[in-house]
């Protein structure tokens, strides 16, 4: 099976032009053609962190579903992240996992049913800071446990500027992917977002979103990356 990932930290809607525009948003989101989205920052910052794109918007204007992330209240996520998955994806299981840091920290975790990849999906926004980043990769492959053999993609904003990453906590398994640099929007340097894949998923090819209004619309651009998801082993 072949699927589509994307990432992409929206800033709360606003723009490089200092405008909240969830609209510009939603049109860069169906854009990229993807099969599963990971977002952050898609809260406002501040209890009790109301929804800064609207769910209503989401529903009415695209095909994704946005995944029960959230707690009870006006959140869109948790930890100001969700996830969208394109409708007719069947989704057996989401867990969220606490991650630690100087900063409240989180990431998601959601599983695809056999007929729909039998893929999961992580999504995180990590620390700026490189200790608390191997602290959270050693979290997340801790949370996988001993259903690390399911093919797990984890992508998201790893606010990590250094060239070879610093995911060696996520072990041997995973292979660590900069599609490109996707941060400041406008003039990007630095490839923050990206994508580590384990065995069991090949990735195809992987991009920066550059076009309009992703220029505009965050201070981030999102990153794709097409994966291929191998047939379980029969034998297994």
């Known amino acids: 099976m072949r699927l589509r990932l994307a990432s992409y930290n929206i800033h709360k809607c606003v723009g490089l032009d200092r405008r909240r525009r969830p609209e510009r948003i939603i049109a860069v989101l169906n854009a990229l053609d993807a099969d599963i989205v990971t977002l952050q920052e898609v809260d406002h910052r501040l209890p009790p962190r109301p929804e800064a794109l609207p769910r209503s918007l989401i529903e009415r204007e695209t095909d994704f579903g946005v995944l029960p992330f959230a707690p009870d209240g006006p959140s869109l996520g948790w930890h100001g992240q969700t996830m969208l998955v394109r409708r007719g994806l069947v989704v057996e299981r989401v867990r969220r996992i606490l991650l630690p840091g100087l ?3 989180g990431a998601i975790l959601a599983e695809l ?8 999906v992580v999504g995180a ?6 200790r608390y980043r191997t602290m959270q990769f050693a979290a997340i492959r801790a949370a996988i446990g001993r259903r690390g053999e399911m093919p797990t993609a984890i992508l998201g904003d790893f606010n990590d500027w250094s060239a070879r990453g610093g995911a060696e906590a996520l072990g041997a398994a995973f ?23 384990s065995a069991g998923l090949h990735l195809i090819t992987a991009g920066v979103h550059l076009r309009a209004p992703a220029t505009l619309a965050s201070d981030h651009l999102p990153v794709w990356a097409d994966i291929r998801v191998d047939p379980p082993d029969p034998l297994a």
Not at 113 to 120: F, I, M, T, V
Request: charged letters at 20%.
């Open 125 to 130: 926004h990590l620390a700026l800071i490189r």
């Open 113 to 120: 049913a056999p007929e729909s990849g039998g893929l999961r």
């Open 175 to 197: 292979r660590l992917h900069a599609p490109g640099p996707s941060f400041p929007a406008a003039r990007p340097v630095g490839a923050l977002d990206r994508v580590a894949l």
């Open 103 to 105: 900063e409240p920290r």
